[in-house]
């Protein structure tokens, strides 16, 4: 069974950083690319960010790019997210998740709270 | 940048109501268009892919169609566990990259 596994969430100040970690289980995490996606609250979902298996090719949505960092850890069956200058807007669940075409797995999400 | 446009947003149904969901693309993206099904609390989760293609252990009253900027998510007889909301997807092969409808909220 596929499993994802997310933490690293939490209320930071703006302009702060957090980095989010997601631990997989239950495929081949190096044979897969990877992506983050996020929720507002009440909101619908964006994607920020795709990886590809190797950690070479990034992805990003024009909303986090030069601020957010997507990597992994093959050896340890984990995909990052390095948060920087964060905003209010970045307020949100943020979803790790298997593939990058469709997206076939999901985590159960992180609340990440940008506040003053 | 390729738009994608859900409507409604909402709709009222009973169970056992034939239900259909509309996602718009501002130009021709083939087939390369998912949909996901969202409940409260939870994560989505993947019902069709590439516009008709049923994920597996996807009941099959649930059905995709259209392609280049017309697509439909189908649910031909409502259960009481449908009620949720839904996302059409658009996915651009060359580079990845994600781009969701603002959702449909099937409620009762």
């Known amino acids: 069974e596929v499993q994802l596994v997310e933490s690293g969430g939490g209320l930071v100040q703006p302009g702060g950083s957090l980095r989010l970690s997601c631990v997989a289980s239950?495929?081949?995490?190096?044979?897969?690319?990877m992506t983050w996606v996020r929720q507002a609250p009440g909101k619908g979902l964006e994607w920020i960010s795709s990886l590809g298996r190797n950690g070479d090719d990034t992805y990003y949505a024009d909303s986090v790019r030069g601020r957010f960092t997507i990597s992994r850890d093959n050896s340890k069956n984990t995909l990052y997210l390095q948060m920087n200058s964060l905003i209010a807007e970045d307020t949100a669940i943020y979803f790790c998740?298997?593939?990058?075409?469709?997206?076939?797995?999901w985590g159960q999400g992180t609340l990440v709270t940008v506040s003053s | 940048d390729i738009q994608m446009t859900q409507s409604p947003s909402s709709l009222s149904a009973s169970v056992g109501d034939r239900v259909t969901i509309t996602c718009q693309a501002s130009?021709?993206?083939?087939?390369?268009l998912n949909w996901y099904q969202q409940k409260l609390g939870k994560a989505p989760k993947v019902l069709i892919h590439?516009?008709?293609n049923l994920e597996t252990g996807v009941p099959s009253r649930f059905s995709g169609g259209g392609s280049g900027t017309h697509f439909t998510l189908t649910i031909t007889s409502l259960q009481p566990e449908d009620f949720a909301i839904y996302y059409c997807?658009?996915?651009?092969?060359?580079?990845?990259?994600?781009?969701f409808g603002g959702g449909t909220r099937v409620e009762t």
């Open positions: 997807q658009h996915y651009e092969k060359g580079r990845p990259s994600l781009t």
């Open positions: 239950g495929f081949t995490f190096s044979s897969r690319a």
């Open positions: 998740a298997k593939d990058t075409w469709w997206v076939t797995s």
């Open positions: 130009q021709d993206i083939s087939n390369y």
């Open positions: 590439d516009a008709s």
